[in-house]
């Protein structure tokens, strides 16, 4: 089975440009998590979807940042206007019933220059 | 609040040593799981092992084994016979079940461990 996949792997883009990020979770998971890995703050969660609704968002860091989950197999995470500080490696995951195992894409690292 | 704390920032041994990975964690559920994930030099994060806050059993695994302590909020692992490959940054994870769908995974701030040969 494949895992979570994500799109693109590696993203360079100027400060000001929209960054829009993919995620397609584990077939049959009806959870989806975005996740941002930084040196500074280590890995903090940006936003949870349960059955395609978003149940917390808290972490979202500003307004420039959105995520949409329009169907059970696609998720997207917007940066608009993106800027360096939001350069870091983005994960998507995916888990099936509450309490089960998170599994993990292999992240999209992104640089804003 | 929820919370987990991996001390050690870095571990350094060298081949065959064994090594103990440590992680406290702090939460006011009474059911919650803890996780342990492996990041090695190419990025991903690898799933190693589930716990729920019920099951108290020590697990092992090959060369990697585990001791959960709820009475001192400790989730230990410990990687018996090191080899270079177990070099890698690992976390350790909570989830609570605060409502229906439960949490995201509360992460802590991970140790690195370099191993030598």
């Known amino acids: 089975d494949a895992g979570v996949i994500q799109s693109p792997r590696h993203e360079v883009t100027e400060m000001g440009q929209e960054v829009t990020l993919r995620c397609k979770p584990i077939?049959?998971?009806?959870?989806l998590f975005w996740y941002r890995q930084t040196m500074m703050r280590g890995l903090e969660l940006l936003i949870y979807f349960n059955n395609n609704v978003p149940i917390d968002d808290s972490g979202m860091p500003e307004d420039r940042f959105s995520a949409k989950m329009p169907n059970a197999s696609f998720s997207t995470l917007k940066i608009q206007p993106s800027e360096p500080r939001d350069s870091a490696v983005y994960f998507c995951?995916?888990?099936?019933?509450?309490?089960?195992?998170?599994?993990f894409g292999p992240g999209t690292r992104l640089l804003v220059l | 609040a929820q919370k987990v704390t991996q001390a050690q920032t870095e571990i350094s041994v060298v081949e065959k040593e064994d090594v103990t990975l440590d992680c406290v964690y702090e939460?006011?559920?009474?059911?919650?799981?803890l996780f342990w994930y492996k990041q090695p030099p190419s990025g991903e994060l690898v799933f190693l092992i589930r716990r729920n806050s019920f099951d108290e059993q020590n697990e092992i695994s090959g060369r990697y084994s585990w001791n959960f302590q709820k009475s001192t909020s400790s989730f230990n692992f410990t990687i018996t016979a090191s080899q270079v490959v177990d070099s890698a940054v690992y976390f350790c994870a909570l989830s609570e079940v605060a409502n229906q769908a439960g949490t995201a995974l509360i992460f802590g701030k991970g140790t690195t461990l370099s191993v030598s040969s």
């Open positions: 995951a995916s888990r099936g019933e509450l309490g089960e195992t998170q599994y």
């Open positions: 939460t006011r559920d009474t059911t919650y799981y």
């Open positions: 077939s049959g998971h009806n959870s």
